[in-house]
């Protein structure tokens, strides 16, 4: 646990497989579940229906154009409590202002209809939270961001928890021991988000 958070020191944790996991204001847990949940970048299989009928539903998609508010969209769960704390806030919006964050929208006309947000560090992709106020509209935000991960050269994209909504999506677990490992060989690979 620490007290304080600082774009370095989040940095360093997702580098040795760790994540803050903060339960309210003022101190933050760290997590390395085990086993570690990701997205197949190498072996990405048909998307499955409900994913394909997000794609078709035309939801514009748009990388790092409302960092802030994906945030704050993922934080505001009304009845959930969020993680994403004012001191989360205030760090990854500096670390998006330094390049190493990024944030992935759906758009239904003007209106942000979902997105989701992360840390990119070589060939790591730490997804973070996402959100939608429309259905199908987070899956669109992160079919998006599948693709243009293994298009770029990403080698991991971590979802961190496997969960129902993820396990749709085609994720996986995989050991601890096996994710550190992929870490260290991705964080050399000179892939870039943007």
């Known amino acids: 646990m620490s007290r304080t958070l600082s774009p370095a020191l989040v940095l360093e944790a997702y580098k040795a497989g760790i994540f803050p996991w903060p339960v309210r204001q003022g ?23 409900t994913v394909r009928r997000a794609l078709k539903a035309g939801f514009r998609v748009s990388f790092d154009e409302a960092f802030d508010d994906v ?5 505001n769960r009304p009845g959930e409590g969020t993680w994403i704390t004012p001191d989360i806030l ?16 759906a758009w239904q006309g003007r209106t942000l209809a979902g997105g989701l947000y992360g840390i990119a560090l070589g060939g790591l ?34 979802v961190q928890v496997l969960t129902p909504h993820l396990s749709l999506l085609g994720c996986r677990e995989i050991p601890r ?6 870490v260290r060989e991705a964080l050399h690979q000179p892939a870039r988000f943007s």
């Open 27 to 49: 101190l933050v847990p760290w997590a390395s579940p085990d086993p570690r949940a990701i997205f197949p970048l190498q072996a990405m299989e048909p998307w499955p229906r």
């Open 71 to 75: 945030m704050r969209a993922c934080g």
């Open 125 to 158: 992709f730490a997804g973070e939270s996402m959100f939608h106020r429309v259905s199908g509209a987070s899956k669109a935000a992160f079919a998006a961001c599948a693709e243009r991960l293994r298009d770029r050269g990403f080698r991991i994209f971590d």
């Open 90 to 105: 205030s760090t990854y919006s500096e670390l998006h202002r330094l390049g190493w964050a990024h944030s992935v929208e």
């Open 177 to 182: 021991a096996e994710y550190r490992s992929r």
